[in-house]
């Protein structure tokens, strides 16, 4: 298969794992047999540095031009200390989800056997949870109008849905259970916010089509609240934008870490794969940093892309079996782990396949 | 002490568990010396039902009238499945809220040493943590401006916050930081919401005037992942309406379960004292609820409202008792809980004091 495949590192840890990511995809397409072709684009805070522009024309051009994209992260300390800074790297984010109506991120919650223990969680609470949180992406209170007014005493943000936009993530959600355990969970707050009662009525109107599927409804706050009392009892978890934001996070405790987990955003056109951790300025540099959320964001980038699913096992199964040979990175090792099995970063990609 | 408190139990086993509540502040009052006299009133479901008003004036009036109120719990699964509902019980809760300009919602989470396993999270990561989290009440998406466009087919809610909204929570948390271990984190979402920026700017701002408190921001993202990972890094949390509301939810895990969580809600005059968790009508009027909430909310009553810091401590020392004789309401217990030291939900306020 012939692919073209636009690797965006961004910021910080981004361009330390996206390598990795990189590296993994090119002995796949060795092993396969496929020929992928590489460019590579600027995004966020080294974006702004290079051109002044959190997602320059060229970026969004060859990000459409591109059969996939496997993405780092965004974010710089330098601008989270500043509230008024007018440029952001995380512009650059949200204006490409837009421009290319990745409206459906998908983040699998599942943990590695190995790593039960690595979790803050009880293993008992965890062993066998399996989630797939359908996030809504391109909506809600993130892209609304937002400003001020009062002389900039006072701030506003506009959380808006449209029946469409739920509809579209919604289906996504029923569709995907229909291939697991048959359960959706949707997660709003319909008793306080009018665009959760419009959400509700869309999940419940479309819920008839799906006879097979199990229809659940849940607060945010109580969510928040099940998701560590009880994880197994989610298969699909559907919600919206910000929500989603916060119960992804959350939930990267049930799979041990942070540093273990993808997310593919798709829609209308080109699909976007990265990890769900963001750009740890913290220990950029170091070499330390995690790459296998990058590695496995390949597999769903193999997987849901381009349709090569037993290639994205393949990368599945690697990551396994490193994991079962002993290895950790820094992020997941612990008292048991020796010395010669914490593998930085490259040398976690060079045990891989 | 000559003191009038208002008892508002609300609905489903918001009325269990608010009769033991009470009945703790008559013990104390026998105890101590003191002359409380209460009177009821209705609020939520059970409001509307009588009056068709989820809070009626002649509650407000009571509560105006009252020197504390203990509060029970709002909400009815009817209204949940209804989206178009006009009335609901939950108006009520907020116009409470905004009528006594309750904007500071503290919510202590304090693990009692023998609920250490009754957590899904680890002993050894729970072990120490103590967290005092001050959720803004009276502003935000919860009292934007909301409604419906496009005929019905697009749905808003408007954040707002103003800096004097801001400034007076922030103090409030930054007072209290420096009456505990003067760490104080401040959760927001910075990054993308305008309403966020001009908190953190105001959090910001008043930094240099408490030099002792060291200050840090979150991500609300990251919050939500940190308390779970590592809840002994905080100490005093500062956060805006809506994620105060997820994240306490959220951390009451750490305390091992929702039915220990005591609320206060102060602000412009008359103080409200609620447990954390809802009218749970799966549960309601089998006698089976945990009223140590409750329980707990009269004693930060006595402590925040009336200053009867020793009365208030009585009480924590007696549900400290309680457990510590190995006592648990079902909720609580696990499977080394003999029989016959399970409580329901009277049996439990029959023990304390
Ligand atoms: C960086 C930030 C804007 C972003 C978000 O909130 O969507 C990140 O947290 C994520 O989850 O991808
Ligand atoms: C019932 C609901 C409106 C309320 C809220 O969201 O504030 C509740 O969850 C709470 O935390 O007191």
New interface residues.
């Given amino acids: 298969m012939k692919k073209h495949i636009l690797i965006v590192p961004g910021d910080g840890i981004g361009q330390e794992v996206t390598e990795v990511g990189k590296k993994v995809l090119e002995k796949i397409a060795a092993k396969f047999g496929h020929e992928f072709t590489y460019d590579e684009a600027l995004i966020g805070h080294v974006a702004i540095e290079a051109t002044g522009n959190p997602l320059p024309d060229e970026t969004l051009e060859k990000m459409r031009a591109s059969d996939a994209v496997l993405f780092g992260a965004v974010?710089h300390p330098k601008?989270?200390?500043d509230?008024?800074a007018k440029v952001?790297p995380?512009q650059g984010l949200?204006k490409m989800r837009k421009e290319l109506g990745l409206y459906a991120n998908l983040r699998p919650i599942k943990l590695f056997d190995e790593l039960l223990g690595a979790s803050?969680?009880?293993p008992e609470?965890l062993r066998g949870s399996d989630i797939l949180f359908f996030r809504e992406l391109t909506g809600d209170?993130?892209f609304?109008e937002?400003?001020?007014k009062?002389e900039g005493?006072?701030?506003?943000?506009?959380?808006?849905?449209?029946?469409?936009e739920v509809e579209r993530i919604a289906r996504k959600a029923f569709d995907a259970a229909r291939t697991r355990r048959k359960k959706l969970c949707s997660v709003d707050?319909?008793?306080?916010?009018?665009?959760?009662?419009?959400?509700?009525?869309v999940v419940?109107k479309l819920a008839p089509e799906y006879p097979d599927v199990e229809v659940e409804?849940q607060f945010?706050?109580?969510a928040?609240?099940m998701?560590?009392?009880?994880p197994k009892r989610f298969d699909v978890v559907v919600t919206a934008n910000?929500?989603g934001?916060?119960?992804?996070?959350?939930a990267?405790?049930i799979a041990g870490s942070?540093g273990m987990l993808a997310s593919a955003s798709v829609g209308d056109s080109t699909g976007v794969y990265e990890p769900i951790h963001?750009s740890a300025h913290d220990i950029t540099g170091k070499g330390i940093a995690n790459p296998l959320a990058s590695v496995l964001s390949a597999a769903l980038l193999l997987d849901i892309s381009f349709g090569l699913k037993a290639e994205s096992d393949a990368i599945i199964a690697a990551v396994d079996k490193l994991l079962k040979d002993g290895f950790r990175t820094k992020d997941i090792a612990d008292e048991t782990t020796p010395a010669d099995k914490i593998l930085n970063t490259q040398a976690a990609g060079e045990e891989l396949l």
Same sequence: chains 1, 2.
Avoid: C
């Avoid at 005493?153 to 469409?164: F, L």
């Avoid at 998701?227 to 009880?230: A, F, G, N, T």
């Fill in positions: 974010g601008y989270d200390n509230p008024s952001r995380e949200l803050s969680i009880k609470i209170i993130y609304g937002k400003g001020r009062n005493d006072t701030a506003y943000d506009i959380a808006e849905y449209s029946r469409y707050k319909a008793n306080v916010l009018e665009t959760s009662r419009l959400w509700r009525e419940q409804h945010v706050d109580s928040a609240m998701l560590i009392k009880d910000l929500f934001d916060i119960l992804t996070d959350e990267s405790q942070m963001g």
